[in-house]
C-alpha cells in the first residue's frame, strides 16, 4: 500500500498545471496603456530643457496610467511653475519635499527613467499617443458609468443624456484643444479671404441680414461672432428677429439655412408670424383663421409656397439647457448646414443646474458658453435678450444702454455686437421734435461693436404685419431724432401689443447694472 500511495503522489507533483489562455479573456481586460512609452516621455523630460515645454501642451499628469508616472510628472510641473530646472536630482529633491520619492520607487527608479532614453526625439508624438490611451480608458470608464446608470430606473433618462453628453464633451473642451497658428499660416488664411470677398465684389462677407443700411454697418452676421438683440418686452425682439432668420433663408443671390431655437413661443406661432411677414396679412386674422377667400389664396401663394422650401429649422423645446442646445446646434450644423442660429430669449435659459450659484454667474455661463460655440462652429449665434426695468425708471431717457443688459454684465463683455430695439411710440411719444409722426419708427441701435463701427439705424416696423422694413436708404443715424423728451410708458394692452402673442412668465431674479456706458452709440 505504501509503495501504491508514493506512486499516486509521484504523478500529482508530475501532472502539468493547465495552461491559461489570456486571449480569451476570461480573467478581465487590461485597460490601454503604454507604460514604455511613459517611461520614455518622463526621462526626456529630465533630459532636455525643452521637452517639458512640448509634452505640457499635449498631456496633463492624469494622462500617464502608472500613479507612480503621475506623481513624478506632477513634480515636473511643479518645478516648471517655479521656474526652476527639471532634470533628476531637481525631481529627486522635489519629490523628497512632498514626502513621494519612496512611494515611485527611490532616487534609483529616477535614474532608471533617464537611462531609458537618449533624447527627446519625437516626443510630441509619444505624448499624443498617450492622450489617445488615456482618451480610451476614460472613455470606458464614462461607458460603464452610462450602463450602470441606464439600468437604475430612479435616474430621470433626460438627465442621465446630458450628464453623458457633458462628461464626452469635457474630454473634447479640456483634451483636444487646437495649437497655436503660426503667423505665416494664418497670414496666408487671411490674405485668402480678401482674395474671395474681393473677386466676389460684394460688400455683404457673412449672412445677410436683409436690411441694406444694417448690412453696410455689419457686412453681415459674421462667423464665430455672438450677437446680442436686446429690448423690453413687446418692443419687437422676436418678430425682428424672425425677419432677420426669413431674409437670410429666403436671400436671393446667397440664402443660409438658418435655426431658431424658442423657450417661449410654439413652432406653430412663430410660423403664423413668418407667414405674416411674407404674406403681408395680418397676424391676428391668421391666428384667428379670420381669413377671406382672397386673403387665403394670398396667404397660400405669397406666404406659404415660399416659406415650405425654406431651409429653416425650429426647435420650441421648453426651459432649454445649455448642454441639449450646444448638442442640438452641433447636430444642425454638421446635418444640415446651418450657418446662422437664434435663441429666444437668453434668460429663458438654464445653465450647469448647479444649486450654490446665483442667477448671475448661471447667465455668466450660458453666454460664455454661446461664445465658446459660436466660435467652434464658425457660425453667428444671435441671442435675444431681456433688459432690466432700469430703462424705463430714468426720467431722462428711455434710450438703452449697455448697463440695462438684465442680470449679467458678462452678456456685455462676451458679446461681439450688443444691438438695442428702440421704439418711440412704445413710449408714447407720438410725434417728433420735428412735428413727424413716431407710428412704426424703430431705431437699431449697435451700442458695442468688436469689429467695427457703431451707429443707429432706422427701421419701419410694421407690426400688425410682423414685418420691418428700411426706412431710410442711407442708414446710420436720423439727425431730428437727438432731442425727444421721454413721455409715460403706455399702460398694458395699448398701442400694438394687441399683435403680440402674450409671453409667459418671467424669472424674478435681480437686475445687474454695472454702471459703464464705454462704447456706446450715441443718440
Known amino acids: 500500500m505504501d509503495n501504491l500511495s508514493n506512486v499516486n503522489r509521484d504523478r500529482k507533483t508530475t501532472r502539468k498545471k493547465p495552461v491559461v489562455d489570456l486571449s480569451t479573456m476570461m480573467y478581465g481586460k487590461v485597460p490601454p ?3 514604455d512609452l511613459e517611461e520614455v516621455i518622463l526621462g526626456a523630460v529630465m533630459l532636455e530643457k525643452s521637452a517639458f515645454d512640448k509634452v505640457i501642451e499635449i498631456i496633463r499628469s492624469e ?5 507612480a508616472h503621475q506623481k513624478i510628472f506632477n513634480a515636473c510641473e511643479r518645478l516648471a511653475n517655479l521656474n526652476m530646472p527639471i532634470d533628476m536630482l531637481t525631481v529627486v529633491e522635489e519629490l523628497k519635499r512632498s514626502d513621494e520619492l519612496e512611494i515611485v520607487g527611490g532616487p534609483f527608479y529616477i535614474s532608471k527613467l533617464t537611462m531609458s532614453v537618449a533624447s527627446s526625439a519625437n516626443i510630441e508624438t509619444h505624448a499624443k499617443i498617450l492622450l489617445e490611451k488615456f482618451i480610451q480608458r476614460e472613455l470606458i470608464k464614462i461607458s460603464g458609468e452610462i450602463i450602470a446608470n441606464a439600468f437604475n430606473e430612479t435616474i430621470d433618462v433626460f438627465t442621465l443624456l446630458d450628464e453623458a453628453e457633458q462628461k464626452i464633451f469635457n474630454i473634447t473642451n479640456n483634451y483636444l484643444k487646437k495649437n497655436y497658428d503660426d503667423i505665416g499660416d494664418a497670414l496666408a488664411k487671411a490674405i485668402e479671404r480678401i482674395d474671395k470677398l474681393r473677386s466676389q465684389k460684394n460688400e455683404i462677407s457673412g449672412v445677410p441680414s436683409g436690411f441694406a443700411s444694417l448690412d453696410k454697418i455689419t457686412y453681415g452676421w459674421q462667423p464665430s461672432d455672438l450677437i446680442i438683440l436686446a429690448a423690453r418686452p413687446s418692443v419687437g ?5 424672425l425677419n432677420l432668420i426669413r431674409n437670410a433663408a429666403l436671400h436671393p443671390t446667397n440664402p ?6 424658442s423657450l417661449e413661443m410654439s413652432s406653430s406661432q412663430l410660423v403664423q408670424r413668418i407667414l405674416s411677414a411674407e404674406s403681408e396679412i395680418w397676424l391676428e386674422k391668421i391666428s384667428r383663421g379670420n381669413l377671406e377667400d382672397h386673403e387665403y389664396q394670398q396667404l397660400y401663394s405669397r406666404g406659404m409656397k415660399r416659406i415650405e422650401t425654406a431651409p429653416i429649422f425650429i426647435d420650441d423645446t421648453a426651459a432649454l439647457n445649455i448642454f441639449e442646445f450646444r448638442a442640438k446646434a452641433r447636430r444642425l450644423v454638421n446635418k444640415n448646414k446651418v450657418g446662422l442660429i437664434v435663441i429666444d430669449y437668453l434668460q429663458l435659459m438654464s445653465g450647469s443646474g448647479d444649486r450654490n450659484s446665483n442667477r448671475e454667474q448661471e447667465i455668466s455661463t450660458i453666454s460664455r458658453n454661446l461664445k465658446v460655440l459660436a466660435k467652434e462652429l464658425n457660425i453667428p449665434i444671435i441671442a435675444l435678450s431681456q ?16 448697463s440695462d443688459l438684465r442680470e449679467s454684465g458678462a452678456i456685455e463683455q462676451d458679446a461681439d455686437m450688443v444691438m438695442f430695439i428702440y421704439r418711440p411710440d412704445y413710449y408714447e411719444i407720438q ?8 407710428q412704426g419708427e424703430t431705431l437699431i441701435k449697435i451700442a458695442k461693436h468688436r469689429n467695427g463701427s457703431l451707429d443707429t439705424i432706422k427701421l419701419r416696423a410694421r407690426l400688425e404685419i410682423q414685418k420691418f422694413e428700411d426706412d431710410s436708404d442711407k442708414g446710420g443715424f436720423p439727425g431730428n431724432w437727438k432731442k425727444i423728451s421721454p413721455q409715460t410708458p403706455p399702460s398694458s394692452g395699448s398701442g400694438d401689443a394687441q399683435f403680440f402673442i402674450s409671453r409667459g412668465s418671467r424669472m424674478n431674479s435681480g437686475e445687474f447694472d454695472d454702471g459703464f456706458d464705454n462704447n456706446e452709440a450715441p443718440f
Open 256 to 261: 443660409t439655412p438658418v435655426a431658431f431655437f
Open 33 to 35: 496603456q503604454a507604460r
Open 431 to 438: 410725434a417728433n421734435e420735428m412735428g413727424e409722426s413716431t
Open 387 to 402: 433688459l432690466s426695468r432700469a430703462v424705463e425708471s430714468r426720467k431722462e431717457s428711455k434710450i438703452p444702454q449697455l
Open 237 to 241: 425682439k422676436t418678430a425682428f428677429a
Open 63 to 67: 494622462c500617464f496610467y502608472v500613479d
